[in-house]
C-alpha cells in the first residue's frame, strides 16, 4: 500500500508558478512510477505528465512541454511537478499517482487505469 499526499496549490495569478509536490509513505515509493493528472471543473482527468521509477524517463502532455517539469526524491519519498506560465486554463484539481508496473512510452502512462494509488488532490486556481 501507498499513501500519496498532495500539497502546494493555491490561487495563483496567470504568468506566476507553482510547485506540487506529492509525498508517499508505505510501500517503497522509489519502486513506483509516478504520474500527474488534473481534472477541471465539467472536464474529465486528464494526464499532465510522468516520470518513472528511476527518473530515467520523462513524459508531458503536450500543453505542459517546456513549462513544467517532474521530478522526483526518492530519499524523501516525494514527488514535485513545477508549473511556469500558468494560465487559467490551468485552473484545476491536481493528483499525483504511482504505477507499480514499468513500461516505456508515453501512451503506456496517460492510461488512469493503470496506476495503482491516488492522492486526494490538490486545488490550483489561476487567476486572470
Known amino acids: 500500500q501507498v499513501h500519496l499526499v498532495e500539497s502546494g496549490g493555491g490561487l495563483v495569478q496567470a504568468g506566476g508558478s507553482l510547485r506540487l509536490s506529492c509525498a508517499a509513505s508505505?510501500?517503497?515509493?522509489?519502486?513506483?512510477?509516478m504520474g500527474w493528472f488534473r481534472q477541471a471543473p465539467g472536464k474529465e482527468r486528464e494526464f499532465v505528465a510522468a516520470?518513472?521509477?528511476?527518473?530515467?524517463?520523462?513524459y508531458y502532455e503536450d500543453s505542459m512541454k517546456g513549462r513544467s517539469t517532474i521530478s522526483r526524491d526518492n530519499a524523501k519519498n516525494t514527488g514535485y511537478l513545477q508549473i511556469n506560465s500558468l494560465t487559467p486554463e490551468d485552473t484545476a484539481v491536481y493528483y499525483c499517482?504511482?504505477?507499480?508496473?514499468?513500461?516505456?512510452?508515453?501512451?503506456?502512462?496517460?492510461?488512469?487505469?493503470?496506476?495503482?494509488?491516488w492522492g486526494q488532490g490538490t486545488q490550483v486556481t489561476v487567476s486572470s
Open positions: 499517482a504511482a504505477k507499480r508496473f514499468y513500461c516505456s512510452g508515453y501512451g503506456c502512462y496517460t492510461k488512469q487505469n493503470e496506476y495503482d494509488y
Open positions: 516520470l518513472t521509477r528511476n527518473a530515467g524517463s520523462t
Open positions: 508505505g510501500r517503497t515509493f522509489s519502486s513506483y512510477n
